[in-house]
Each structure stands twice: as structure tokens, then as C-alpha cells.
């Protein structure tokens, strides 16, 4: 049976068989309990009790009938020896062949054997179920027991450069088989554990490990012993760099997306224009644009690509390109919108680029609007505290050539305001999984129409109060032009 005395420490180990028999007695133990080790081995460990303690005797008698293979019995008990009585804290644990007996003579209120009882289980479960090097080192830094992973992760040498052993680790020094270099900072820390140490290295073969150290402190004695925990992390940190470098392409992305988006052009005589635009991910679905065509009428426009994310980034790329051909050519927004369709749909039908958009001429002179859309929310016209929506609207564009989308009209007075928004605003949804919805936003528009300046912003503010703490999960723009 595998003992291991515990050092510097008034506990004994003693082996018993499974008749509970001692067959093995660690040198410690005559000298704490003042008896010879013949005086020991062969005799039952009951027939250590004294007979005056028949409380303690049935207490472990009953604790050891249902011990099973992974309890401990754990009692309080006087030993009879050399006909003297005397008080000891008695814990026996199961091993594969027997039991192993932990004996503390009475020390007051101490309680190192049941620390060091729990510390060997936890010890024996890691080894059999982990996949990690595990080593167990005593109060010296010195190597106790370890498992084969452990070995097989380290490699150790020896000062020739021969690889040594598994038998030949156990009493070296971990520190000093580690040397300064592969783990800077664990050989110091081992000659002097405080605390929980974690470290990585670069190891042979371009392997990287992470060392983590956890000592088993005592009260009355301090670091009895310290585990150290070993893990091959060099698939985790391939994954963890392809991720950073996946993520330093997504912020690029998001930086040339945003660098597509128009800025505002300055606002016509009696006109203001804001813009809030406000992806989910880093790159998103939605797309807008604002540009004074050649006779001086303002031309908006608002896309949505399907889903949201990289994809969707990508495909607003595509939209972008196709519409600066035909924002300007064509005319009107019915005649831009077909054009629009007609690109995507006849050069990027293998890739299914389909997303809803708008499209808005206003003559900034008598404020006449016309409207064309597909598939995407009306915009609104507000005036005087009243709502009105832009209804007219086809097919998804990019669906299918030859599409037509119908035109709508309306007229913007002054004092008067135009909203055209993607379906993030009105599809966000709360805790208790209710949308915003219509009505919300179209009183949020009213309520932010009258203000002097950040009325997008003051839109949005409204939608994420809603929500909070429920996060996004759309993309969100959202053009308002007021007249004055």
C-alpha cells in the first residue's frame, strides 16, 4: 500500500488491510503515540480503543460500516496503549487494497489530519479525471507524486541533457528542474508560496503551458504543501490570436463601412438634416445615403440587407457600389429603385443579395416629396402632432429582375417633418419579449420633432429606455429631415 508520512506535522499514517488489520506503520507514529511499531502492526486498529470510550467505538464501527469507497470516517477516540489512556482524532480513508488511517494525537483544537485526509482525495480525484500535468510537492518545493501527464508536458533533463525518468522526479526540487527561464517567477515563488501563482510559458516544440500553483496552508504550521497544475494552452492561444486578428479585420471593416456611409450634405435653405446609424455588430446590414442631385432636389436613401453581421456588411458594400451608378442618372426615385433592383439582382444573383430600401426626392423649394419602396417600412410625415405614413412599396429589391415599386406623394409644410427608419427601431423588444412597435416610435417621433437639435438621437434614447437592459439585436438608422 502507497504511504506517504506527512512531514513536520503530529499526524501518523498507519496501512490496514480490509479486516482492518495495521500491516504498515509510518516511523512517525511510535514516536507520537509512545509505542513500539510491533506493538502495532498485526493488531486490529479496534483493538487499539480503550475500553472506557465504548461512545467513540460505536460511533466508528458504525461510521466505518458505511464508509463505501470514497467517505471517511472521521471520530474522536481514546487509545488504549501501554495501559494508557489517551485522547487522539482518528480518520480512515479506503484505498484499493485496504485503508489508510490518519492518527492525531489530541492538540486542542487543531485539525490537520482532517486537512491533510481532504487534500490527498482531492488530490487522487484530479489525478484519475484530469487531462492536466498534476505534481504534489511538500512543504520543501520538493516533487511528493505526480501523474503521468505532468511528466510527459515538462520533459525535464538532466544537467548532461538526458531526459530523465518519471521514478527520478519524485524528491527533486520543481523549482530547480524548471530553472530561471521557462517560468519566470515560479522558482522564487515556490521558496516562498503566498497565494495563488499562474504563469505561462513557451516550452520545446513551440508549445505553450500554463503553470498554476495553489499551496494548502495550516493554521499553526503555514504552507504544508502545494499543488501545481500544468496545461498544454497552445491550441487556446492559436484560437485566442486567430480571434484577435479576426477582430482586428472586423474593426477594419466597420471603419471602411462607416467611411462609405454619406456624411450629411448641408442642409438646403429651411431644412435640417440628422442621422443616427447604429449597428448591432461591429459591421452591419443597414445603409443610408444623402445627396443634392443636379436640379438641387435632396435625394435620401435607406437599405437593409438581410440578417445582420459580416454578411450583411458585406452585402451593403455591394448595395453601395450599385447605387452611386444610378442614384443620380435616373430621375425619380420609382425609376432609380428599379434600376437599383435591376443591378443587384442581374450581377449578384449567385450571391442573394435581397434587402429592403427607400428612397426620397424632396424639392427643397415647394417641399413636394416622392417615394418609392421595397419591402421597408414606410417613412412618416409628421405635422402638427399628426402622423402620416408613405404607403406605397414593393418587393424585396434585388429579388428578381424587372421588379416595379410604385411612387408615392406628399407634401412637407413648413414646421413639418420627414422620418424614414430601418426595422430596428420598431422591431427592438424589451425584457418581457414585447416589441416597440408602431405606435411606440411613431409617439417618440412626434415627441422629438419638436426639438431644436438631436432629434435622432432623442428617438433612439426612447427605443433603448424601453428595452434596457435588453441589448439590440438589429441594426438601427434612422434619416430625419425637418422643415422650418
Keep these: 500500500m502507497k504511504m506517504h508520512p506527512i512531514e513536520g506535522l503530529p499526524i501518523g499514517v498507519l496501512g490496514l488491510d480490509q479486516a482492518q488489520r495495521i500491516i504498515e506503520v509510518d516511523p512517525k507514529v511510535p514516536e507520537l503515540l509512545g509505542v513500539e511499531k510491533s506493538d502495532l502492526v498485526g493488531r486490529a486498529i479496534d483493538e487499539l480503543f480503550s475500553p472506557k470510550d ?10 466505518l460500516s458505511r464508509i463505501g469507497t470514497s467517505g471517511i470516517v472521521d471520530v474522536n477516540i481514546v487509545l488504549r496503549l501501554l495501559g494508557k489512556d489517551r485522547l487522539a ?60 501527464r505532468f511528466f510527459e508536458l515538462m520533459n525535464f533533463s538532466d544537467a548532461h541533457g538526458v531526459r530523465l525518468s518519471e521514478d527520478a522526479l519524485v524528491g527533486r526540487s520543481l523549482a530547480t528542474l524548471l530553472g530561471k527561464t521557462l517560468v519566470p517567477g515560479l522558482a522564487s515563488y515556490l521558496q516562498a508560496p503566498s497565494g495563488d501563482f499562474s504563469a505561462s510559458a513557451k516550452a520545446s516544440g513551440g508549445r505553450w503551458l500554463e503553470l498554476r500553483a495553489t499551496p494548502l496552508t495550516l493554521p499553526a504550521r503555514g504552507i504544508a504543501e502545494t499543488f501545481v497544475i500544468v496545461r498544454d494552452v497552445s491550441d487556446e492561444r492559436r484560437v485566442r490570436e486567430r480571434d484577435e ?3 482586428r479585420d472586423l474593426e477594419g471593416a466597420r471603419a471602411f463601412q462607416r467611411a462609405i456611409l454619406s456624411s450629411a450634405p448641408p442642409p438646403p435653405n429651411d431644412f435640417d438634416i440628422d442621422i443616427f446609424y447604429e449597428p448591432v455588430e461591429r459591421v452591419g446590414g443597414d445603409l443610408y445615403d444623402a445627396c443634392v442631385l443636379d436640379d438641387g432636389r435632396l435625394r435620401l436613401f435607406v437599405a437593409d440587407a438581410t440578417g445582420h453581421g459580416v454578411a450583411a456588411g458585406l452585402a451593403t458594400m455591394l448595395i453601395k457600389g450599385s447605387y452611386e451608378l444610378v442614384k443620380k442618372r435616373e ?71 424587372g421588379l416595379d415599386y410604385p411612387e408615392a406623394e406628399a407634401v412637407m409644410s413648413r414646421g413639418s417633418g420627414l422620418y424614414i427608419f430601418s426595422d430596428g427601431f420598431f422591431e427592438t423588444r424589451n425584457v418581457e419579449n414585447e416589441f416597440f412597435g408602431d405606435g411606440r416610435l411613431y409617439k417618440a417621433i412626434v415627441s422629438a420633432h419638436a426639438l431644436s437639435h438631436g432629434v435622432a438621437n432623442a428617438i433612439h434614447d426612447r427605443v433603448a429606455a424601453f428595452a434596457r437592459p435588453r441589448l439590440p439585436e438589429d441594426d438601427m438608422t434612422l434619416l430625419a429631415l425637418r422643415r422650418h
Design 54 to 63: 465504548r461512545k467513540g467505538a460505536l460511533a466508528f464501527a458504525t461510521k
Design 89 to 148: 482524532r482518528l480518520r480512515v480513508v479506503p484505498k484499493e487494497s485496504g485503508y489508510l488511517a490518519y492518527v492525531e494525537p489530541s492538540m486542542g483544537d487543531s485539525d490537520f489530519t482532517h486537512q491533510f485526509v481532504l487534500a490527498q482525495q482531492r488530490w487522487d480525484a484530479l489525478v484519475q479525471r484530469s487531462e492536466d500535468g498534476i505534481v504534489r510537492l511538500n512543504g520543501d518545493g520538493k516533487i511528493v507524486e505526480h501523474n503521468g
Design 245 to 247: 486578428v479576426i477582430a
Design 331 to 401: 430621375a425619380t426615385p420609382r425609376l432609380a429603385l428599379r434600376a437599383l433592383n435591376d443591378h443587384v439582382a442581374g450581377s449578384y444573383a449567385a450571391l442573394e443579395v435581397v434587402f429592403t430600401a427607400a428612397i426620397v426626392d424632396v424639392d427643397v423649394t415647394n417641399g413636394n416629396v416622392r417615394y418609392a419602396g421595397g419591402a421597408h417600412p414606410p417613412p412618416v410625415l409628421v405635422e402638427n402632432g399628426h402622423v402620416t405614413e408613405l404607403e406605397e412599396g414593393g418587393a424585396f429589391v434585388g429579388a428578381a429582375p
